[in-house]
């Protein structure tokens, strides 16, 4: 059985593009970043070999990946993404963040703060703690 490049054995769905699993980023045993030194071709079998880097989106993890997917679905905006994912506003900006964290990108604490003040306005609207108005006001003075 032919191996991959880091010497283990690879199986017949890594030959099938649809059922290959996905690509690991960081050594199970040290912890380090992997390299991709060998790209195959499956239909001719032409090979390049080298140092290939992964992007950014590759050092997510299978969850995050799939919130971007929805964030992406969703065109950006966090109310589509709330309903779908069942989660609290809070919550999406916190995934968010944590996205743009995993993808080597500075959270920037203002940002977090800035959606938690909008939801908690947000939320004395619906509860009825606020006018439309006072809201609106409060919203612009952010």
């Not at 499956?42 to 997917?69: D, H, I, K």
């Not at 709330?82 to 900006?93: A, D, K, M, N």
Request: hydrophobic residues 40%; contains cysteine; aromatic residues 4%.
């Amino acid at each position: 059985m032919p191996s991959d490049f880091n010497g283990w054995a690879a199986s017949p769905a890594s030959r099938d593009p649809v059922a290959a699993h996905q690509v690991l980023t960081r050594c199970p045993v040290c912890g380090d970043d992997l390299r991709i030194v060998r790209l195959e071709c499956p239909a001719c079998g032409s090979a390049l070999q080298g140092n290939f880097t992964l992007g950014r989106l590759a050092r997510l993890t299978r969850e995050q990946l799939q919130f971007v997917e929805v964030f992406i679905r969703c065109r950006g905006k966090i109310k589509d993404v709330e309903e779908e994912l069942g989660i609290s506003y809070p919550t999406v900006v916190a995934r968010l963040n944590e996205v743009v964290q995993a993808m080597g990108f500075e959270v920037r604490q203002e940002d977090t703060d800035l959606a938690a003040r909008r939801q908690q306005i947000l939320d004395e609207l619906a509860s009825g703690k606020l006018t439309a108005a006072d809201a609106a006001s409060r919203l612009r003075a952010l």
